[in-house]
């Protein structure tokens, strides 16, 4: 292993996107995994809405799960790695996260949902005490203002 690859993790994210007015599973959702704005790996839903990718990036920071399609509205999940520290991760640096299943729903006209450019719809954060990354529920109380 060298240097950099120590300094790494690996994200693997996998979950199912619906179509939140109809429950229909979507096919062709972009999912991508962001860094600092960069897109270390993305992927597009199978015929069941289902998506797996897998980025690696640096150890600690926040990431961004970008989900689009055109049609419907885009939506962001953040994922803050800050606190992980080495002694955290298991064999292989790789994150446990547990499946990521979301809605998306058709744009609508005369609605406005620009805050959702900036706003993630749902964060997770690295519990240091549990070692895993957690719904933070801060997270869904903001964006339900």
Do not use: C
Not at 1 to 11: E, G, K, L
Not at 16 to 22: A, V
Not at 79 to 107: M, Y
Not at 120 to 128: G, R
């Amino acid at each position: 292993m060298s240097i950099a690859d120590a300094q790494n993790i690996t994200i693997p994210v996998r979950g199912r996107i619906s179509d939140q007015d109809n429950s229909n599973k979507l096919v062709g959702v972009k999912v991508s995994l962001l860094h600092n704005g960069s897109e270390l790996s993305s992927s597009k839903t199978s015929s069941n809405g289902r998506y797996q990718l897998q980025g690696t990036g640096p150890k600690v920071g926040k990431y961004t799960l970008v989900y689009s399609k055109v049609g419907y509205v885009t939506k962001k999940i953040q994922l803050d790695l800050s606190d992980v520290n080495d002694e955290d991760l298991p064999a292989g640096n790789e994150i446990p996260i547990p499946d990521l299943d979301i809605d998306l729903f058709a744009e609508r006209e005369n609605a406005n949902f620009e805050f959702l450019d900036t706003e993630p719809v749902a964060s997770f954060f690295w519990d240091k005490n549990n070692f895993i990354l957690d719904f933070d529920r801060r997270s869904e109380e903001h964006t339900s203002e």
